[in-house]
Structures are given as C-alpha cells and as structure tokens.
C-alpha cells in the first residue's frame, strides 16, 4: 500500500534522511500534491490539481517517440521484497543534454552520468521512481501521449496495472 512506503517519524527526520532542508522537503511535497496525515505522518491524498500542464505538445509528442525507442518501465524488489517502480531513459553520456531537456520538461525525476572502468562518463540516464511523480507526472503523460510502439505500450500498460494495483492509487486521488 502506499501509505507503507513514506516515513512515518517527523519532517525534521525525513529531511536528516534525505540529506535536504526541512523547507527543501515541504516544498517537494507541495509541489507534487502530497498531503501527511497530522498525526500519523503518513499519505494521507495526492491532489491531482498539482498535475503539470504539458505545453509545448510537439515536444511532448518527441518525448513519447524517443521513450518508444529509448525509454524503460520497470519494477524490481527492493531488499525488503517490496516492488519499485521506475521510468527510465538511458543513452550515451555524449547525448545528457537531451535527456536533461526531457528532465526539466517534465519537472521530475534525475538525470546521472555513471563511469565506466575507464574513468570516462559513458552513460547517462534519466530516472523517475517516486510513486507520487509516477501518479501525478509519468501516468497522465503516457496516458495523454501515449507510446509510439505497440510492444512499449503494451509495456507501459502492464507497468502503469502493477503500479496502480499495488498501491491502490485510486484511494488516495482526490
């Protein structure tokens, strides 16, 4: 269930946990439409007015075709067994520009370089793996734009099932 996944103890805790300021932790939560519970400090609704407009429809629309191509969906256990779910773009670190764009057109997520033995930064890849980023940005984007490959769509759809399903989303959007 979602409530499992989010800490239960203070702001004050989460944001020692985190490495980030208290203000930085509440700011993201705002942000993204989370809401704690007073006394429980757990998930308490994710407001889908907070969802992100996507203006710019051509670029959105390249974004679902390079995803078509280059993009990943997946869930793995984490060591707790609990499943983690994430979107994935990887390329040539030659190419981070492109996925930097996608990172700040969407508002969520990472972009990193990792090494290779060689010392050089050979890879790079744009990474979303928060649920609330996965309710309020990766779905409605997908949802809306879909995916420009049969089998990726197919992919998506199964990952979009398992998420939802596993964290009874419904229950928490208002």
């Not at 944001?15 to 203000?23: D, I, S």
Request: proline share 2%; glycine share 8%.
């Amino acid at each position: 269930m979602l409530r499992e996944q989010y800490p239960k103890g203070s702001i004050d805790d989460l944001a020692a946990e985190l490495g980030r300021t208290r203000e930085a932790v509440m700011k993201k939560a705002n942000a993204i439409g989370i809401a704690r519970h007073e006394d429980a400090g757990i998930i308490e609704r994710i407001d889908v007015e907070n969802r992100p407009s996507f203006r710019d429809d051509a670029f959105a629309h390249f974004i679902s075709g390079f995803v078509a191509g280059e993009g990943s969906f997946n869930v793995s256990l984490n060591d707790d067994a609990r499943p983690s779910f994430r979107f994935c773009i990887g390329l040539d670190a030659d190419d981070v520009l492109i996925l930097e764009e996608i990172h700040e057109f969407l508002g969520v997520g990472s972009v990193c370089l990792s090494t290779q033995g060689d010392g050089r930064n050979d890879l790079a890849q744009y990474t979303v793996q928060s649920v609330a980023d996965h309710v309020l940005v990766t779905v409605p984007f997908f949802d809306e734009y879909g995916l420009q490959s049969t089998l990726k769509q197919r992919q998506y759809d199964d990952w979009r099932a398992r998420l939802f399903d596993h964290y009874d989303v419904e229950q928490y959007v208002v």
